[in-house]
């Protein structure tokens, strides 16, 4: 879908600073005093955005992505008009209605009834229009028996509901929708995606803001990243995720060094051998996991082990040379040094991975348990939910009414 | 016309909207409800009344007291209630106002109208004793059409200047407490102003709400009531100094809360 070519947003060299006093001087005694001993010194200038410009168009599905504290939330407000830039212009044409959160200015002593009223003059409808639209919005939150209850009765889901009915009233030609809107339960979401496509068919224009890179692939027009404050790229939602998962992955290499001083809390065991250097490199369909292992004492019977983590910690997969039948280096002299190569089907999805290696001997002794050595970020462009996704293949034979008797034979 | 009501469409949703959830919640829960609204001044007005005109006698010499009197309170009470209810209006507010952009200025119209309404109910209690008091009214009453304005322009002057100040200082609402307890006594209410040197008396009517309280008494109780036209020997021009200030104090304090209000959803 091409979207019309007539620009409904313009941002021009948007600059947001938030100044913060060390000890907030909201009192008139700090005004007084803290005036005169710190001037200019209790205060420090927050960067919240830098030079910020873009164009959307009518029509377009326009996602904001970027790390927690990229800026993009405090864009968003910009963009309602909550919040005033320091620097540079905004200009939107049509009526803007934003969507931070879900039921603004609902109020919990008052009844269901009550606060559609109060919300719907939120979005901006006279009494006389949420009249209209009363019966349509308890429908469809399925809430017609509750509604002389106050609010405070009501249980989350179905407060989010009556929100949520609201919301899809709002009568907005540019739609602001914070990932609020992704919250919820799966019945809750299906319904969110469902108003989103109704949404783009209708040609409304929507900005989203979100972690979520399978909505932007699958909503978003166009895409905009934002780090540290500023717009790291523009561009199509495919090309806008990849570099979003590459953020993380050179965050990881940045903050190695840190992890090395924790690491030495993670990893345990006699010493009497220990793993070298752990790489870990994806070639093709292959995962390699290389380290060697150096012995300071004579061992015997040692079991070496690899586990892979997933970022939440669940144990995907594990093995050991006794498992997989090694070829038999069990015994170590003294000052003796293996290198080792793990090689493995790259059976895992989009996402982050951690590498734990073990180095024990059959009676229990732990000489080196290091974990989390090692991690490594797959990236696949599509994506399901599974941790992993090895390959799998469908084969399908179509039978056709009248061959079916000769199967059932069978 | 259309234009404009277009323009303050929202606004005047917004407005409505406020003002009837602010009704609602006032007194919810409560058995009484709205009379409360009547029976608050009332209760105080009978306390003032025993302490101040039965007791210490201090209004003798002036005809139907007790509705002087409760003319005053009710008056000051309108004040006191749209000032120091507003003083933490707009950071009471704030959770909104981080999800939403609205004009600001609805919020202290919203508690403004609110006590309006109360205010009106409390005249209907006025009239009632003044019908009990057989006062009549004359022509002189309908000046309290242009007073009430005046009030209403006073009050939402100084709640707009210190809603937009506490957002910064949260000292303010102490500090109008204080004040407020102060002018209550340096504003002729309890007293009459013929009780007080001249000298002192020149400089407290000077006040908008002194005026307007006097000015009042004078139109609705009785012409015995000393108003600033005559604590001035007969000077018609003394009155551009209470309405002045009225006017100054309502244009700054507009200016200042639009200049601050840009920045209320980041400060509060």
């Known amino acids: 879908m091409e979207p019309d070519e007539e620009v409904v947003i313009r941002v021009e060299n948007i600059s947001k600073d938030f100044v913060l006093p060390h000890e907030k001087a909201n009192s008139l005694k700090s005004l007084f005093t803290g005036a005169a001993k710190t001037r200019g010194k209790g205060k420090e200038t927050q960067h919240a955005l830098k030079d910020i410009s873009f164009e959307i168009k009518k029509g377009e599905f326009f996602g904001i992505v970027g790390r927690n504290g990229s800026g993009k939330s405090t864009l968003l407000k910009i963009l309602a008009g909550i919040y005033q830039p320091n620097a540079g212009k905004t200009y939107t044409k049509g009526k803007l209605v934003p969507f931070i959160e879900l039921g603004v200015g609902f109020n919990a002593e008052l009844t269901g009834r009550e606060n559609v009223y109060l919300n719907g003059a939120m979005l901006g409808f006279t009494r006389q229009e949420v009249d209209s639209m009363y019966d349509d919005i308890v429908a469809f939150a399925e809430l017609e028996r509750f509604m002389d209850q106050k609010l405070k009765n009501y249980s989350s889901g179905m407060e989010v509901r009556l929100a949520f009915s609201m919301a899809v009233r709002a009568d907005a030609d540019i739609l602001l929708i914070d990932e609020v809107l992704a919250v919820g339960d799966a019945d809750f979401q299906r319904k969110c995606f469902n108003y989103f496509r109704k949404l783009k068919k209708n040609k409304k224009t929507i900005i989203f803001v979100t972690h979520d890179m399978n909505a932007v692939r699958e909503y978003c027009d166009r895409a905009l990243l934002i780090e540290n404050n500023k717009i790291l790229d523009i561009g199509k939602p495919e090309d806008i995720a990849q570099e979003y998962a590459q953020l993380f992955l050179d965050n990881d290499k940045s903050s190695d060094e840190d992890d090395g001083q924790t690491g030495h809390n993670k990893r345990w065991g006699t010493g009497d051998a220990k793993f070298s250097k752990v790489n870990v490199q994806q070639s093709g369909d292959k995962i390699i996991i290389t380290t060697g292992i150096s012995s300071r004492a004579a061992i015997e019977r040692m079991i070496y082990g690899v586990h892979i983590f997933s970022t939440n910690g669940s144990e995907l997969t594990a093995t050991n040379n006794r498992m997989i039948s090694a070829p038999d280096i069990s015994d170590l002299a003294e000052g003796d040094e293996i290198s080792l190569t793990w090689e493995m089907l790259n059976i895992f999805n989009d996402g982050k991975y951690f590498v734990t290696l073990t180095l024990v001997d059959s009676v229990g002794t732990v000489f080196d348990w290091d974990n989390e050595a090692a991690s490594f970020i797959v990236k696949r462009p599509q994506r399901s939910t599974t941790p992993i996704m090895p390959p799998i293949s469908v084969e399908t034979q179509l039978v056709k009414k009248g061959e079916r008797k000769d199967r059932s034979h069978d | ?268």
């Open chain 2, 1 to 268: 016309m259309h234009k404009l009501t277009q323009r303050y469409r929202y606004s005047i949703i917004l407005l409505k909207q406020l003002v009837k959830t602010d009704f609602k919640l006032r007194y919810q829960g409560s058995t009484l409800g709205y009379i409360w609204s009547l029976l608050r001044p009332l209760l105080l007005f009978a306390t003032l009344y025993f302490v101040f005109a039965v007791f210490l006698n201090i209004g003798r010499g002036i005809p139907h007291y007790p509705q002087y009197l409760l003319l005053g309170i009710v008056l000051w009470n309108y004040f006191a209630e749209v000032t120091g209810g507003s003083v933490a209006a707009i950071v009471g507010k704030g959770d909104l106002l981080r999800k939403i952009n609205f004009p600001k200025y609805v919020i202290i119209l919203a508690g403004s109208f609110s006590a309006f309404i109360n205010l009106l109910l409390n005249f209907i209690v006025i009239g009632f004793f003044m019908a009990m008091g057989h006062i009549g009214l004359t022509w002189h009453a309908l000046l309290i059409i242009p007073l009430v304005a005046e009030l209403f322009i006073f009050s939402i002057a100084v709640a707009f200047f210190l809603s937009a100040l506490f957002v910064r200082f949260r000292d303010v609402s102490y500090i109008w407490e204080v004040i407020l307890q102060a002018a209550f006594y340096a504003t002729p209410i309890l007293y009459p102003l013929t009780r007080i040197p001249h000298r002192y008396a020149k400089v407290l009517i000077l006040s908008p709400m002194a005026q307007i309280i006097q000015d009042a008494r004078h139109s609705l109780i009785t012409p015995h009531t000393q108003t600033i036209y005559q604590v001035y020997g007969g000077d018609r021009w003394i009155w551009a100094i209470p309405l002045g200030v009225t006017l100054l104090i309502a244009v700054l304090a507009a200016k200042y809360f639009r200049s601050r209000s840009k920045y209320f959803a980041e400060e509060v």
